[in-house]
């Protein structure tokens, strides 16, 4: 009995946190492969685009692209009506992106 209280305990924290969203694990997210190649966490990442644009994340990834160091975090965060991509540099938390999504979002 615990270790359920324990699980659901951890599972409340990072909710709150918002590391848990609907339909996701704290875990799985695109791109999740090249973890082992980024300096920043995901959840660090998370945190750091939220404070450059505060909304609700709607989509996370982890992708190789131009720019920065070449490995992003590039998330797609939901602000009032609009939806905005932050780019948050894997390997130094530089905020490389913070815009507004184009109507062709990839």
Do not use: C, W
């Amino acid at each position: 009995m615990k270790t359920i209280n324990r699980f659901t305990s951890a599972v409340a924290v990072l909710a709150a946190l918002g590391v848990l969203t609907a339909g996701q694990t704290a875990a799985a997210y695109t791109g999740q492969k090249l973890a082992g190649h980024a300096k920043v966490s995901m959840v660090q990442a998370r945190a750091i685009a939220l404070k450059a644009r505060p909304g609700a994340i709607t989509d996370q990834e982890l992708e190789k692209e131009r720019g920065g160091s070449g490995l992003r975090y590039s998330f797609d965060i939901k602000s009032g009506e609009t939806t905005f991509e932050v780019g948050v540099d894997a390997k130094t938390g530089r905020v490389l992106q913070n815009s507004k999504e184009g109507s062709h979002p990839d």
